[in-house]
């Protein structure tokens, strides 16, 4: 099986920074494409963040400048630091990996559980 982690989400003010981490683990043979979705209350999810494996990456225009994804392919785990955050990045973050493992054929989606982020003052 193959689990994804989030971890580092929290309330913070507006214009401050948090960094998640979303790790993968498991029976995993490679993992290729890294993602951020959010979803806010009352809207649908939407892509953050991508990065492929060789680290090429591509944001949402509404956090360019302000959010960076990097990844630790050693560790195959994925970050997003999000700086100078606006109440508007309220959301519930999650990650996306295209990953294939040893227990199945094929490169699946796996998603984690979601890290609540809560912009306010």
């Known amino acids: 099986q193959v689990q994804l982690v989030e971890s580092g989400g929290g309330l913070v003010q507006p214009g401050g920074s948090l960094r998640l981490s979303c790790a993968a683990s498991g029976s995993i043979f490679s993992v290729n494409a890294m993602d951020w979705y959010r979803q806010a209350p009352g809207k649908q999810r939407e892509l953050v963040a991508h990065?492929?494996?060789?680290?090429?990456?591509n944001y949402t225009d509404s956090v360019k400048g302000r959010f960076t994804i990097s990844r630790d392919n050693a560790k195959n785990t994925v970050y997003l630091q999000m700086n100078s955050l606006k109440p508007e990045d309220t959301a519930v973050y999650y990650c996306?990996?295209?990953?294939?493992?040893?227990?199945?054929?094929?490169?699946?989606?796996?998603w984690g559980q979601g890290t609540r982020v809560t912009v306010s003052s």
């Open positions: 996306n990996a295209q990953i294939s493992s040893y227990y199945r054929n094929g490169v699946y989606d796996y």
């Open positions: 990065i492929t494996s060789v680290g090429t990456t």
